[in-house]
């Protein structure tokens, strides 16, 4: 505040009314709802397979709409692409993917399978040669279910070779049902 | 009762109820605490230049002024006030604090900035008080349910802070403190000017204000990121009396910007179990003054007319107060999207404007009987913006009180009953559409009290109640609480919580044992509406959280508070303070949430009258043990911090230079530089609190005294 403002006279109080009965509708400015992921068989790209998770209300509120089950072929490998959406008003969808590639250097996605047979490689950088995530080639073992999580964090000045999950501040985690049949 | 002209004091009818306790002997002593002798003493007798000989109140109050007073200041008023048992803080970081009574804050402690109910968003743990404490010609505090005198929200207590009257004679005198302290390399300057020309008999004038600027704060063997602050306070006053009658003019403004600590804001949970495990934030970084997301940036605005009248009958008091709060917060991180990122926007903005109106007549003693009776009604309306949080509405509230007293020579007596009402109107947009949605709720509070002296000893017993409707986020909370890693949810069918207090009080004051003050004290809420753990947890695209409802239960707080200090020799004296505070909520048995642990500070002074040009000169030392919290809330995530022990020392002198006494005194806090956490401050998952500080204050008083 400048010491101008500071010195805004009394008088100037009285127009400070504002609008109590009008209230606007809920409108944070950027809010992630959705992660899409699109897994596409590197063999036979008719094979595929997207999950969705949707919360378009954010967190609270109404619960989510859409937490799909992955379901997977033995012994597959997948090309994935992770989307991130803000679907809160859905005539003006917006995909946050591409801001979090531009800061690709604060940010890191994770995947974690715990019971499923499922292995990951990065198959993108960010500008510092590091990992991202956003693109990862994923290969499915014998039959098994479990689950997938995945998580992005943004990692602002933390983000290293050896990073972990565990490191800085958790923006997306959502744990997906995964078979692999 | 007669009320004589020097009550044309600068506060408003409140001040002068506080003023009232400056004519009764025990509290010549209670100026002394700490204070060498001397400073007590010329304390005093300017204390009792605006102090009126009027009937005692049976209400037990607790009051912080002169020097005890201004050697808490430069601080936060939450810090100020934690110098009368009983007061402990609710911090979160080491820039947000706010003062707990006897285990309640935020919405059930109502806190009067010159006589003007502060209304901003007290009901937020994260929320400090909008008060500069340099406005503080003293600072009261009334511990327990005081609904009569304040209405609704005075569930758990009052804090008064009241300026000192304005000038009541020709001439000009003024005030010049300032602080500097190691935690955070920075302190707090601030001036204050009367004048009343002998030109225009009647008419006084006040200017103040005052700077604080601070940056990082340290833990013992690491910075603590983002924990600087920012403040700017000013205020001025005019008043005119001419007879009977008298008028003031007030208008403060309050602006602060304050970090807070970047490894406190988290994700998810699993951040949360992250940041326990470390020990230590993951981020520290070098010592800034810079002020970065997550940042607050808060700024208040009070402006005040009063007007009174004395009569034959009695004495005519007539307030009118607006305030206006304008609170924006900022999260860790900014938007992704550039565009959105640079309008760099608040993700949380609430505005909240209040008119108050109040009038109080004082009947004038006859056959030691007098009264007060007084009328109270407020406007408010609260604008929220970005993500919502608490909804938008418009509150509109009532009360009448009737307070009878009687004064004999060693009993008294007093009793009040109070009728308060409040319309609350909520509005919301679901879908494109506003929704209304009113709420009425209705009380009587109440209060019996009664007192004997006999010699330098009191005795006094009070039962008092107050009530509180639920409050917009109660009703309404719906979503992610950022920072406590937990998604609240209010509910709508709430209904008023009821308090009733009862406290016994003992004061002595003697020769040797100079002073003894001790309170006995017990609060029962019905229906206490507290944020209750549910299940399922919530599934949300950042992982799952903990449910909190806030949901009605019964809770009981009781305790004791003492205070004694003793002359071991004439140039020696041995203090004891101390606060015992149980809380519980009665159907689960756990303790209320924030609940302060049993503390105890144990001090010793030694002072000196004069030497050489130097006068009033003291050097304490004191250790302060803070107990580890027993009975802890309910799932809570981590266990309450182990208890501690912080030494502390300070010394002191006056110096009669040309242009006034100066006072100078050196801090020293946490000298041993103890890493510690405390089951109060919300941080304490994520960092230790400040290491040691080192402070030198001085405070220079210039000018004819009033």
């Known amino acids: 505040m400048s010491f101008k403002n500071f010195l805004l006279p009394v008088v100037a109080l009285g127009f400070f009314a504002c609008n109590v009965s009008d209230p606007h509708e809920h409108n944070e400015e950027e809010l992630i709802t959705t992660v899409r992921l699109v897994y596409t068989d590197t063999a036979n790209a008719s094979n595929a397979d997207t999950v969705v998770f949707r919360d378009a209300d954010g967190p609270g509120g109404a619960a989510p709409t859409a937490h799909d089950t992955l379901r997977l072929a033995a012994g597959k490998t997948y090309r994935v692409s992770l989307s991130l959406l803000n679907e809160s008003d859905p005539l003006d969808v917006e995909d946050i993917t591409t801001e979090v590639e531009e800061e690709g250097v604060d940010h890191q996605v994770f995947y974690a399978a715990s019971g499923v047979n499922l292995t990951m490689v990065y198959a993108d950088q960010d500008a510092n040669g590091l990992p991202l995530g956003l693109r990862t080639l994923q290969t499915a073992g014998a039959a098994s279910s479990g689950t997938l999580t995945v998580t992005l964090k943004h990692q602002p000045g933390l983000k290293t070779a050896g990073g972990t999950v565990s490191t800085g501040e958790t923006d997306v985690e959502i744990a997906f049902q995964a078979v692999i049949q | ?706």
């Open chain 2, 1 to 706: 009762m007669q009320v004589t002209p020097s009550f044309r004091s600068f506060g408003s009818f409140r001040a002068a109820c506080a003023a009232l306790l400056l004519s009764l002997p025990t509290v010549a002593a209670r100026a002394q605490e700490d204070a060498p002798p001397d400073t007590a003493v010329l304390e005093l007798r300017e204390s009792t230049v605006h102090a009126s000989p009027r009937p005692m109140e049976a209400r037990t109050e607790s009051r912080l002024e002169g020097a005890r007073l201004e050697r808490r200041l430069g601080r936060s008023l939450g810090e100020a006030l934690t110098g009368l048992e009983g007061v402990a803080l609710l911090q979160s970081g080491p820039t947000i604090a706010k003062p707990e009574i006897h285990g309640l804050q935020g919405n059930r402690i109502q806190i009067l900035n010159n006589g003007v109910k502060l209304e901003g968003q007290q009901w937020g743990s994260e929320h400090a008080p909008e008060v500069d404490p340099f406005l503080a010609g003293s600072m009261t505090v009334v511990k327990g349910a005081a609904g009569v005198r304040y209405g609704p929200e005075a569930l758990g207590g009052v804090v008064l802070v009241t300026p000192r009257p304005l000038r009541a004679s020709p001439g000009s005198d003024g005030e010049w403190h300032a602080l500097a302290t190691t935690a955070g390399y920075g302190g707090a300057t601030s001036l204050r000017y009367d004048v009343a020309p002998a030109s225009a008999p009647g008419l006084a004038l006040r200017v103040q204000g005052t700077v604080r600027r601070l940056g990082d704060q340290a833990a013992p063997g690491h910075n603590l990121m983002n924990t600087g602050l920012a403040e700017q306070n000013g205020s001025a006053a005019a008043g005119y009396g001419r007879g009977d009658f008298h008028v003031e003019a007030f208008y403060s403004r309050f602006h602060t910007e304050l970090g807070i600590l970047r490894a406190a804001h988290i994700g998810n949970l699993a951040d949360l179990e992250a940041a326990l495990g470390r020990g230590e934030p993951e981020e520290t970084g070098p010592f800034r003054y810079a002020i970065d997301r997550p940042r607050q940036d808060v700024t208040h605005d009070l402006f005040k007319l009063h007007g009174g009248f004395d009569g034959g009958a009695g004495h005519v008091d007539v307030t009118y107060s607006f305030q206006n709060n304008d609170r924006a917060e900022y999260d860790k991180d900014g938007p992704l999207n550039d565009s959105l990122a640079a309008l760099n926007r608040p993700e949380l903005r609430f505005t909240i404007y209040t008119h108050q109106a109040a009038t109080v007549f004082e009947r004038a003693a006859r056959n030691g009987f007098s009264g007060q009776y007084g009328l109270a009604a407020t406007v408010q309306g609260n604008e929220s913006h970005g993500r919502t949080f608490v909804p938008n509405f418009m509150n509109f509230g009532g009360g009448a009180f009737a307070l009878e007293r009687w004064n004999g020579a060693r009993w008294g007596a007093e009793a009040g009953v109070r009728y308060d009402h409040r319309l609350l109107q909520v509005y919301r947009n679901r879908g494109g559409e506003v929704v209304r949605t009113d709420f009425r709720d209705g009380g009587p509070s109440g209060a019996l009290g009664g007192l004997y002296r006999v010699d330098s000893s009191e005795v006094r017993l009070n039962l008092t109640s107050a009530w509180r409707p639920p409050s917009a986020n109660e009703l309404y909370s719906n979503g992610l609480h950022h920072g406590a890693a937990a998604v609240e949810y209010g509910d709508t069918t709430l209904a008023p919580e009821d308090a009733y207090s009862a406290s016994l009080s003992y004061t002595r004051r003697g020769t040797r044992l100079r002073e003894v003050e001790t309170e006995a004290f017990a609060t029962y809420i019905r229906d206490y509406i507290g944020l209750i753990p549910d299940q399922p947890p919530t599934l949300t695209i950042r992982g799952a959280f903990p449910t909190f409802r806030y949901r009605e239960t019964d809770a009981l707080l009781y305790g004791l508070d003492l205070r004694a200090v003793w002359a071991a020799a004439a140039w020696l004296d041995a203090g004891t303070r101390g606060s015992l505070l149980w809380t519980s909520d009665r159907r689960s048995g756990a303790g209320l949430l924030f609940s302060p642990a049993h503390r105890w500070e144990n001090s010793l002074t030694a002072h000196a009258s004069a030497w050489r040009a130097l006068s009033a000169l003291f050097v304490t030392a004191r250790v302060q043990t803070v107990f580890q919290q027993g009975n802890p809330a309910a799932n809570d995530y981590a266990p309450p911090p182990p208890g501690y022990s912080l030494w502390a020392a300070e010394t002191g002198f006056t110096w009669r230079s040309p242009a006034g006494p100066l006072d100078v005194e050196l801090q020293g806090r946490n000298l041993f530089d103890q890493a510690y956490r405390d089951y109060t401050n919300r941080f304490r998952y994520y960092a230790d609190d400040p290491g040691r500080e080192i402070a030198v204050r001085v405070k220079l008083a210039f000018g004819a005294a009033n």
